[in-house]
């Protein structure tokens, strides 16, 4: 029989002293020596025939009771979730308070329990869909960014200096490196703005970061190459695509495909404003408790990506000129904010019935393979291998309900049309949501 004893620490986190009887502690007990009986070789006993008082010598009780507890703790876990009907998030907070031999199991739990939401009525949320122009002048530029992708690099010789856009190759202690020269006011680009100007042979300085011993870097350079564009021609031109006869005509598709990018660009600003709306207007309350989790979680992972790259944790603070106490609070406003969105979605995407079929997960490998030249096969083996089928019947699912909102919220068509300089300085919604 398991005895709980239960207590709510705060607004869904619930904390359990759960003890397990002394009768189904000796049952895991009985199988754990067996087990160890005929794994370890005690000399002078058949293997399976050694007493318990030299297995537990040979393998110590501490290792024998944690291996008890880590049988019964998972099994007995389950069983209490189910008799309380508790439905929790994440991995429960464990604390073992007794395992010994001869005496009940006692642990406790510390679990989060997933929050209920009170959705808003989305008929009565009333969101912005922007109109975004495509000028003559964002086509233009456009073009230029497509011809001069084609465009060639080549050496200017020892006698052209090196402007804007060439790149240079400098040698610093006999190593070797390239920059582009640039007129940047960035004050990590000193070596860009450096090099205009100077000629092949010519030697200059740059400094150094602080703290080192010399003050400054020599360097040399030892080539330039300027960019070469390719001739607007009609073989050019039908490079790039067929039917391209004139200027014109590629003016032509590039306006096609951003005017086409334009509006898939509204349609997902509608998606995020919805939701946003969705979220401002329901009612849900994220724990404490699941917020300090997360939060020690993102700062583990960036303490090790950090390492793989050379810094610490301090360092890289120091370095983006901030404290730890707002790195913290900056990262619990985002967990907040993404577990708020998340269990949104997931109580609209369960009131709207919305589901994730066979033919769903058939054109979403379709799309994968598409755009990384596999076959369908060839993805879904790949996703399977790697554990990541939930991830991707979870993106379905948010894509179908975001686009199933977005169709059910009053939409207030702005007026005036805005144009891609007036967009690119819109905030985003979502961050502005998490503030």
């Known amino acids: 029989m398991v005895e709980v004893k239960k207590e709510e620490k705060e ?65 007995v876990t389950r069983e209490v979730l189910t008799q309380e009907n508790l439905k929790v998030i994440g991995e429960p907070e464990l604390e073992v308070i007794q395992a010994e031999e001869g005496e009940p199991l006692v642990f406790r739990l510390q679990v989060v329990e997933e ?95 602080e703290g080192e011993e010399k003050p400054s870097v020599e360097f040399s350079v030892s080539g330039i190459m300027g960019k070469e564009r390719p001739e607007v021609n009609q073989e050019f031109l039908s490079s790039l695509e067929e039917g391209l006869n004139s200027i014109e005509d590629l003016k032509a598709k590039v306006r096609e495909r951003l005017e086409a990018v334009a509006q898939e660009m509204v349609e997902e600003r509608l998606e995020k404003e919805a939701v946003v709306a969705l979220c401002r207007e329901s009612e849900v309350y994220i724990p404490e408790a699941l917020l300090d989790i997360d939060v020690r979680r993102r700062i583990d992972q960036l303490r090790e990506d ?37 269990f949104v979605l997931e109580k609209y995407a369960e009131e709207s019935a919305i589901s994730v079929t066979e033919e769903d997960l058939a054109a979403e490998y379709e799309e994968i393979a598409k755009r990384t030249g596999r076959t369908k096969e060839e993805v879904k083996r790949i996703l399977e291998e790697n554990d ?23 939409v207030k068509e702005l007026e005036e049309p805005i144009n891609l300089d007036q967009w690119r300085a819109l905030e985003d919604p979502e961050e502005e949501a998490i503030g």
């Open 11 to 75: 607004r869904n986190v619930i904390e359990m002293e759960i003890t397990v009887e002394k009768e189904r502690v000796d049952e895991a007990l009985d199988k754990v020596y067996r087990e160890l009986s005929y794994r370890v070789n005690v000399p002078g006993f058949r293997r399976g025939k050694a007493p318990r008082a030299m297995l537990r010598s040979y393998a110590g009780e501490d290792f024998i009771m944690d291996t008890v507890a880590q049988d019964l703790i998972p099994q």
């Open 115 to 209: 929050p209920e939401v009170k959705l808003a009525d989305p008929r009565e949320l009333e969101v912005r869909k922007y109109r975004l122009e495509i000028r003559e002048s964002d086509v233009e530029k456009e073009v230029e960014k497509l011809i001069d992708s084609h465009s060639t690099w080549k050496d200017k010789g020892e006698d052209e200096p090196a402007r804007e856009g060439d790149l240079v190759m400098i040698k610093i202690e006999d190593e070797d490196y390239a920059v582009v020269a640039e007129a940047s006011l960035d004050k990590d680009k000193s070596l860009t703005r450096e090099v205009l100007g100077m000629k092949v042979g010519d030697k200059g300085k740059i400094p150094r970061g």
């Open 306 to 342: 950090l390492e793989e790259d050379g810094l610490t944790l301090d360092r890289y603070l120091e370095l983006i000129d901030m404290d730890f106490a707002t790195l913290e609070k900056n990262l619990r406003d985002l967990a907040r904010w993404e577990f708020r969105r998340f």
């Open 388 to 410: 990541r089928i939930n991830e991707v019947k979870y993106n379905i699912k948010e894509k179908k309900a975001l686009k199933d909102l977005a169709q059910k919220v009053r």
